[in-house]
T-cell receptor, first 114, second 114 residues
Framework: GAGVSQSPSNKVTEKGKDVELRCDPI?????LYWYRQSLGQGLEFLIY????????KSGLPSDRFSAERTGGSVSTLTIQRTQQEDSAVYLC????????????FGSGTQLSVL | AQSVTQLGSHVSVSEGALVLLRCNYS??????LFWYVQYPNQGLQLLLK??????LVKGINGFEAEFKKSETSFHLTKPSAHMSDAAEYFC????????????FGKGTKLTVNP
């Protein structure tokens, strides 16, 4: 597609369940980022991929969070045993790879943990 | 590690007035600096970026920002606000030669009054 695609757009889950969030970056973009956006907290960096490797996963809040990227394209962010504090908008972005390149953002997944 | 501080979570101006959104950064190496904008119910998009060429950077929709190394600032300005400028604005920094990740500030919500 022409832009970064994220699915689902909305996810409601019960506390303790696992969730998977998907990101389809722009074709040919080697860099892929996951951010979390909470009200009043701005964008919190979670993890960065260059190709299929994750050189920086320093932002993952706990070991309940993991992410992978396959084929240098699609990425999945998995949250295990969800907690209410995980409720947020999860944003994915991609770029052509250099650190001065602009990021193209998806519309996000609104996660609500009840 | 790099960081960004945006002074003022909310800024309100009258239509036609000067817009000034403040951003200060911290970086141990020369930075790349960005302003992104998020219009209501839309994804984030790049407004402008500084990549060590000209210190005064012009962006879309009449916005500009000036990199001041001595003040570690990258404030965003627009001479005359328009109703359509109402949005949330995020300043971000990445490090030349450092970590690939792009670190965002907490955002400033701009309201434009008629």
């Amino acid at each position: 597609g022409a832009g970064v695609s994220q699915s689902p757009s909305n996810k409601v889950t019960e506390k303790g369940k696992d969730v998977e969030l998907r990101c389809d970056p722009i074709s040919g973009h080697t860099a892929l980022y996951w951010y979390r956006q909470s009200l009043g907290q701005g964008l919190e960096f979670l993890i960065y991929f260059q190709g299929n490797s994750a050189p920086d996963k320093s932002g993952l809040p706990s070991d309940r969070f993991s992410a992978e990227r396959t084929g240098g394209s699609v990425s999945t962010l998995t949250i295990q045993r969800t907690q209410q504090e995980d409720s947020a908008v999860y944003l994915c972005a991609s770029s052509r790879g250099d650190r001065n390149e602009k990021l193209f953002f998806g519309s996000g997944t609104q996660l609500s943990v009840l | 590690a790099q960081s960004v501080t945006q002074l003022g979570s909310h800024v309100s101006v009258s239509e036609g007035a000067l817009v000034l959104l403040r951003c200060n950064y911290s970086s141990s190496v020369p930075p790349y600096l960005f302003w992104y904008v998020q219009y209501p119910n839309q994804g984030l998009q790049l407004l402008l970026k500084y990549t060590s060429a000209a210190t005064l950077v012009k962006g879309i929709n009449g916005f500009e920002a000036e990199f001041k190394k001595s003040e570690t600032s990258f404030h965003l300005t627009k001479p005359s606000a328009h109703m359509s400028d109402a949005a949330e604005y995020f300043c971000a920094v990445s490090e030349q030669g450092g970590s690939e990740k792009l670190v965002f500030g907490k955002g400033t919500k701009l309201t434009v009054n008629p």
